[in-house]
């Protein structure tokens, strides 16, 4: 029952997309194209998470999704969103410091840093600035699809010199139309108390749909949001990161074994874990079977070769949960589509990547992470033939624990003479245009399931928590209208009580003026 109302849910979301689509173009479209990007349009029309995301943003609502949709898609156009890039932007902005990425808050969401103190209002630089934060939005969303943001105003030390009320409406209206399930939060740090009146007035651009996204924190309460390590120490953090430009901050991926090599080498690695393994009872032929990737000749494989190699890899994926989603990209297919799970239990600190290549070429591949002392990746590089597969076993190394803060970064290349190529050369001398990326996140799974649990449990919970997940945002929409119709009663309350004692002081004054004219003179 639970999965026939899971995909009568499913059908429904794609009934909304087909329809905002087709009224898109039969409605906005016409005699007027030339007001959007057409490249805009042509991914409207094959990317359904993308509509889904207006649609969502919108509680399903088609019209208001197609009227977010249409000033979206001018905004983009009259700021050439899809051909911003770092070159056109001048150097000073970036420079300044005043717009960064760089962190994460205790959900795993990226951080969007505005430092308030280093922006002056300025109309002759204002939209560059504007081109700026649309530079670190593109380039986000572009890395991160479907990630969401977490944007910090940190107002220590600025003062009404630094708040440009334009420039701030900009920013609310690209997480409340441009960028529409992009906002995780908005947290306003230290805010000097002569700036209330015009948070206030910021608050009101939100919207009831984002109202409840606006978080005001002190010094003392910002680690409620976000933890101490990727706080700077003027907010009581230990982040010793300085921005600094160039290069761009980004994500600090590295090789899950150094390219260059560990002191110790990679196969006494393995061997001295083989052996702790062994001491401890666990299984060996984890351990036994893997063979550390090293820089080689790509060779097709022979066919007994190939034979040992799967038993190999059965060995190694043993026990370790089989991935349920999928995200198809132009080189490779990646399950899981977005996150890698993690628990407390044995059985929990290894999960599964599974990668297909789609093309008729050979392909390498590195996997590369956020936190290379906490992981090991098992092949963290190597090939994969066209058509064929390969499993990719991710497990946490000694007594590390998963974060949502850590994050994989899974690369890929067409190699066109794999015959011949060393793989650490073939990456040295590779295009960074032609490198297919993306990125995976971690989920801590709180309490592990039962080990009698059957597989189709597991999958009855899932159904189960997305019915309940879809139950909860059809809730949250209708909660939403009642509370615009409440908002919207009360104005209608207030204006008609301001009007009643206006009539009140008018008799007064009209019976006062009466009575004054009767009196003799």
Partial sequence: MAGLEQQQGEQGIEAKIEETRERFKNEFLQDSADKYDSRDVDRLHKDNSMVEGYL????????????????????????????VTESSIPKWMFETGAVYLHGYDKEGNKLFWFKVKLHVKDSKTIIDKKKYVAFWLER??????GMPLTVVFDMSESGLSNIDMDFVKYVVNCFKVYYP????????????????????????????EAISKLKFASRSEIQSFIDAEYL???????????????????????????????????????????ELESKDGLESSFNSTEVAVKPKKVNFIEDHLRTEDNEKAESRTKGVRKPLTTFK???????????????????????????????????????????PEKYRVKPSSSTCEPGGSIDIVVSLHGGSQASPQDRFLVMAAEMDNAGSQELAQFWKELPKA?????????????????????????????????????ALMRLMASNSRLEQNVNTCLWVQKVLVGLVLSLVMLNLYCIHLLATSQQPS
């Fill in 329 to 371: 990209g132009v080189l490779l297919d990646i399950s899981p589509a977005e996150e890698l799970s993690f628990g407390s239990g044995d059985t929990e600190k290894k999960s599964l990547v599974i990668l297909s290549n789609v093309t008729k070429n050979p392909l390498a591949f590195k996997v590369r992470t956020t936190a």
């Fill in 434 to 470: 032609k490198i297919m990326e993306h990125r995976l996140r971690c989920h801590v799974v709180e309490s592990a399931k039962p080990a009698v649990s059957s597989l189709k449990d597991g999958a009855a919970e899932t159904g189960s928590s997305k019915d309940i997940n879809t």
């Fill in 181 to 208: 399930k992009l906002l995780s939060k908005m947290i306003i740090v230290e805010m000097p108390w002569i700036m209330n009146a015009a948070w206030k007035i910021v608050k009101s651009w939100l919207g009831p």
């Fill in 56 to 83: 969502m943003w919108r509680l399903y609502v088609v019209d208001d999704a197609l009227k977010m949709i249409d000033e979206s898609f001018q905004w983009r156009k009259e700021y050439g969103v899809n051909d």
């Fill in 140 to 145: 986000y969303v572009k890395k991160e699809p």
């Fill in 232 to 274: 700077p120490p003027h907010m009581g953090g230990m982040d010793p990161f300085r921005y600094s430009y160039p290069p761009l901050p980004d994500d600090d991926f590295q090789t899950p074994i150094s390219d260059n090599g560990p002191i110790v080498s990679e196969d006494e690695i393995e061997s001295k874990e083989g």
